[in-house]
């Protein structure tokens, strides 16, 4: 998964509550909970995501910048900022073994400014979601489209999760028996 912000932004990220965007980043290692900001119009997909980086959880808002990103494209996910071409930016990719962790600054929480924080709303806890971190690979098939149309009728959002989850199964039985 590779990710890209503002280095501006993330400075004014640090200085405000303590924590650079590449130690946020580290929550998408493991299991987070996710779901779409759609609390007004971005003009671009948002997610709300809480995960747990080096003991300790965070909310991390992140983007996706293209209009056809639909809802849920982990591997693409990533833009942390509202940054111009022209600013200057930083990318990392989880898969660096030479990424760095970040600045994490121990701040009580009664000392961090949590004005710009979003607030977990009855929304978010309706349509979150546990995503698993993405260590698997991302295989394509082609499938007739009644098959994709029965999984979408189900699940719109997670369909081929859900795909995947059955052929998971299906092996785990094969090779049990």
Known sequence: ????????KDAINFE???????????????????????????????FRV????????????????????GSYPPAKRGKMSDSDSDKPSVRRSLTDPNRPR???RDTPDHEIDTSDIPELDAAFWEHARIVEPRTRPTVTMRVSP?????FQAQDPK????????????????????
Do not use: N
């Open 1 to 8: 998964m590779d990710f890209e912000w503002d280095a501006a």
């Open 16 to 46: 405000k509550h303590g924590i650079d965007f590449d130690h946020a980043i580290g929550i998408f290692e493991g299991f987070t909970l996710e779901s779409e900001d759609d609390r007004r119009d971005y003009g671009e997909t948002r």
């Open 50 to 69: 809480i995960g747990e980086t080096a003991g300790t959880v965070l909310l991390v808002v992140t983007r996706c910048g293209r209009p056809d990103c």
């Open 102 to 104: 970040g600045r994490f």
């Open 146 to 150: 009644e098959v994709k149309a029965y």
């Open 158 to 177: 997670g369909y081929t999760t859900r795909m995947a989850a059955i052929l998971e199964a299906y092996v785990k039985s094969r090779s049990a028996a």
